[in-house]
């Protein structure tokens, strides 16, 4: 149960500080404590724990740009950070995390600014029909955090130019392009601001949760440069490519995916799964299920399963038999 509201509003742009801020209170929260993390990113491309950064970005163009790129620990797409753009991290015990109340605070905000706003697919928050938030989500030892975007008056422009969604993706969506889909909060309310964003995102917390919001005063910047560094990380930023000649790719109900196999005398021997989901671990799932396995659809069709749900493991099956064993 939450007793205790406590928030912190970083003084930083620089996405991998503000990465390793939200380790830290990951790792910090008390049993009893919901921490309303908010934060910003300059010029920022954010990919998912499991994504392909040059499939997810046009890394090169960013860099070129001035742009950072930054790697998250939850599961998800791409998303594209300015300081038109607000994050906000709900960070908790994993038995108190309530997604339906958190998402209440940010609906409470949206009305505060004059906006009315609705649910949407499995992360996803709408305004006037079209996307001005996702959500994901991450847990370890017992402590969970749901973070995500607001889009307040974020630049279109690098937005559609930055990010490469795949186009089975898109499809699926019946659109034609990550902007057609996406409309800033400004556009609702002209006067809105990320500040003015924050305090709405105060004051509906306190109305949502019954208690008087805390701020957090201090954080150890000694702890925070040291957990940057694992969010610099080149390897950890774009992964070690594999000696891939075997793969199949498309939109499946979990998410797009990617699936890269090396087999070497007719047994997998390395893979790697590029995905969006919003569960973090199926892509370590998935290769735990299909590591040193014969090169084999009956092999893969009795292993996937008893390591995935039915469903999950029924569509990544029927993707294999489809592009791969046809």
Same mark, same amino acid.
């Given at each position: 149960?939450?007793?205790?509201?406590?928030?912190?509003?970083?003084?930083?742009?620089?996405?991998?500080?503000?990465?390793?801020?939200?380790?830290?209170?990951?790792?910090?929260?008390?049993?009893?404590?919901? *921490?309303?993390?908010?934060?910003?990113?300059?010029?920022?491309?954010?990919?998912?724990?499991?994504?392909?950064?040059?499939?997810?970005?046009?890394?090169?163009?960013?860099?070129?740009?001035?742009?950072?790129?930054?790697?998250?620990?939850?599961?998800?797409?791409?998303?594209?950070?300015?300081?038109?753009?607000?994050?906000?991290?709900?960070?908790?015990?994993?038995?108190?995390?309530?997604? &339906?109340?958190?998402?209440?605070?940010?609906?409470?905000?949206?009305?505060?600014? +004059?906006?009315?706003?609705?649910?949407?697919?499995?992360?996803?928050?709408?305004?006037?029909?079209?996307?001005?938030?996702?959500?994901?989500?991450?847990?370890?030892?017992?402590? &969970?955090?749901?973070? +995500?975007?607001?889009?307040?008056?974020?630049?279109?422009?690098? /937005?559609?130019?930055?990010?490469?969604?795949?186009?089975?993706?898109?499809?699926?969506?019946?659109?034609?392009?990550?902007?057609?889909?996406?409309?800033?909060?400004?556009?609702?309310?002209?006067?809105?601001?990320?500040?003015?964003?924050?305090?709405?995102?105060?004051?509906?917390?306190? &109305?949502?949760?019954?208690?008087?919001?805390?701020?957090?005063?201090?954080?150890?910047?000694?702890?925070?440069?040291?957990?940057?560094?694992?969010?610099?990380?080149?390897?950890?930023?774009?992964?070690?490519?594999?000696?891939?000649?075997?793969?199949?790719?498309?939109?499946?109900?979990? +998410?797009?995916?990617?699936?890269?196999?090396?087999?070497?005398?007719?047994?997998?021997?390395?893979?790697?799964?590029?995905?969006?989901?919003?569960?973090?671990?199926?892509?370590?799932?998935?290769?735990?299920?299909?590591? &040193?396995?014969?090169?084999?659809?009956?092999?893969?069709?009795?292993? /996937?399963?008893?390591?995935?749900?039915?469903?999950?493991?029924?569509?990544? *099956?029927?993707?294999?038999?489809?592009?791969?064993?046809?």
């Amino acid at each position: 149960m939450i007793k205790k509201l406590q928030y912190y509003v970083s003084n930083t742009v620089n996405p991998h500080l503000n990465l390793a801020t939200e380790k830290d209170l990951f790792d910090t929260v008390d049993h009893e404590t919901l *921490i309303l993390y908010l934060w910003q990113n300059q010029n920022t491309v954010v990919i998912g724990k499991n994504q392909n950064a040059f499939s997810e970005c046009r890394v090169e163009l960013l860099k070129k740009e001035g742009g950072t790129l930054a790697r998250r620990l939850s599961g998800g797409g791409a998303v594209f950070h300015d300081l038109g753009n607000l994050n906000f991290t709900f960070l908790c015990a994993t038995e108190n995390l309530d997604v &339906s109340k958190h998402l209440q605070v940010i609906g409470h905000a949206c009305r505060l600014a +004059g906006i009315e706003t609705e649910r949407s697919g499995r992360n996803d928050l709408l305004a006037n029909g079209r996307k001005f938030s996702g959500n994901a989500f991450y847990n370890s030892q017992g402590h &969970s955090y749901h973070h +995500g975007t607001l889009l307040v008056n974020a630049d279109m422009e690098k /937005l559609n130019r930055y990010l490469t969604p795949p186009k089975a993706k898109l499809e699926a969506k019946g659109i034609k392009s990550v902007r057609s889909r996406v409309i800033n909060l400004c556009e609702l309310a002209p006067s809105l601001t990320c500040d003015a964003m924050t305090t709405y995102l105060l004051t509906a917390a306190e &109305s949502v949760f019954g208690v008087p919001p805390q701020a957090i005063d201090t954080i150890s910047q000694e702890k925070i440069e040291t957990l940057a560094e694992q969010f610099r990380n080149w390897d950890y930023l774009y992964g070690s490519p594999i000696p891939c000649n075997v793969s199949c790719g498309g939109q499946l109900p979990f +998410g797009n995916v990617d699936l890269k196999l090396c087999v070497k005398n007719g047994h997998i021997t390395d893979l790697k799964l590029y995905t969006d989901a919003l569960d973090s671990e199926i892509s370590v799932t998935v290769q735990k299920a299909l590591l &040193s396995l014969p090169f084999d659809l009956t092999a893969i069709s009795e292993a /996937l399963p008893k390591h995935l749900g039915t469903a999950d493991a029924n569509a990544l *099956i029927a993707l294999l038999s489809d592009q791969i064993f046809s």
